[in-house]
């Protein structure tokens, strides 16, 4: 190991997005911070997101009304601390936004500052966006002020390997996080980036599943390393499936806005027949996992390859006007959405479990805080409701920093052992790497899916323990390498999902079983703890 793989700073983010560069800037007055990016510093979600923010920013919106839109999307089990906690701080997150220079579309006079939009679940229009690409403009404008901050360093090509804690320092004493292994894809070394306090904004899972509109980087990496390091994890059997995924043979994750329905989009079936009023009454403005399973259910009963999601009654002006992005990235594989329809199916799209945090995002291990998507509020419960996800990433962003800030005691870092590769060497079967992922994607789709049953995840369940042990074997042999650690991290994720929806005995939200179709009376976080493994 070359000696100058120790790289120490004050506070260490893993993850790039909206989460983690929210809380490097609050932070960068005072704090040398490494903000690290596994590929670019833009490859995260956030940059993908084409809805908006949730707030209550106009007269006629309520606090409540939020509150109570969230809970009831999240089918009774949010927990109703952090709801409250994130709605009320909306407003000054945007207002934060606004001040950093996002160029959010504005209103029609003073009393309405900005153009509000209206998604499933919510009662009001309360979402601010930047056209049909809100979180592009969120990524741009955080990094460019992440960059001009001189106490901030942004690594990108960086993969979080393992956390660093107290077995890793040989001080003995209490549990803590020290930083984190991580391996650079350039220099194809294993590195060492020590740290007072560590924050994972990982993002979320979504890519365990064959089809997702997640980038490719969503791999569980934060919730897998914090659950090695004895973190428990809280409701990982509750994957959103958003609706509305473009079908289409060369591109397979690119997702069509919650808001064209609220602008007044239709779900069709090939001959135009709608049919969304016969599964809710809210129609195309249901929640996402009501719209997700009545898509799969016609889809099935009909052997249909896809539905249809058509705004063409629109005038072509306003289709224009308020998705200008989706319009020409379709306009480029031939589908013109002023004058036909679009074929999309549901695909795996935003993990609403994670590592449990309490309010200020600190985990169960000292020194260790997770934000943003691989976190565990409480916030989503069943079903995260539109445009609360980057509303998530800003106030806990701002919480965890003001938490680092109030408990740091200045003590220097102990040194981490250097990552040993004596044992191992190349691999000469990257063909395993392929095979196992492939494999593993397939039968969560299959088996773990947007409808389950018991005999399918004892199924899952069985191949997980089997690719673990394979995937845990490959891993001792051989030096590790970005599709590997994601293997290793995605393998781990599968199991705590087939684990936690094997423990649900009811139908809940996201998490759907036709053993137990009714909702028990009393909601309960299915909470999994390291330390009771089976």
Partial sequence: MATNDLHQFDVLVLGSGAAGLTLAL????????????????????????QGGIAAVLEEGDTFEAHIDDTIRAGAGLNNRAAVEFVVERAPAAVEKLVKLGVPFNVGEDAAHPFHLTREGGHSHRRIVHVDDATGGAVQRTLE??????????????????????ERHVGTGGPRRCYGAYIYDRKRRRVERFAARATVLATGGASRVYLYSTNPDGSTGDGIAMAWRAGCRVGNMEFNQFHPTCLYHPQVRNFLVTEAMRGEGGLLK???????????????????????????????????????????????ADFVTGHFPTIHARLLELGIDITRE??????????TCGGVLTDLAGRTDLAGLYAIGEAAHTGLHGANRMASNSILECLVFGHAAAADIRASDDGAPVPTPAPWDESRVTDSDEEVVVAHNWAELRQFMWDYVGIVRTTKRL?????????????????????RVNRDLLELRNLV???????????????SRGLHYILDYPRQTDTPRDTILEPWARG
Wanted: charged fraction near 25%.
């Fill in 341 to 350: 329809a679009i074929p999309v199916v549901p695909a795996a799209h935003y």
């Fill in 492 to 506: 781990t994720v599968a199991d705590l999902i087939v684990r936690s929806a094997l423990a649900r005995r009811e």
């Fill in 269 to 315: 079936l090939p001959d135009g027949t709608r049919f969304m009023p016969s599964f809710d009454p809210a129609a195309e403005l249901a929640p996402r996992d009501v719209v997700a399973r009545a898509i799969d259910h016609e889809m099935k009963r009909l052997g249909l390859p896809h539905v249809l999601l058509d705004i063409s009654h629109k005038p």
């Fill in 144 to 165: 460019q002020r992440a960059a001009a901050e001189p106490n901030i360093t942004l690594f990108s090509n960086k993969v979080a390997v393992d956390l660093i804690t």
């Fill in 26 to 49: 609050d932070l960068a007055d005072r704090y040398k911070v490494a903000v690290l990016s596994k590929g670019d510093v833009s490859a995260g979600s956030t940059a993908w997101a």
């Fill in 458 to 478: 004892e199924r899952a369940k069985h191949r997980v323990k089997l690719l673990r042990k394979e995937i845990q074997e490959y891993y001792g042999h051989f």
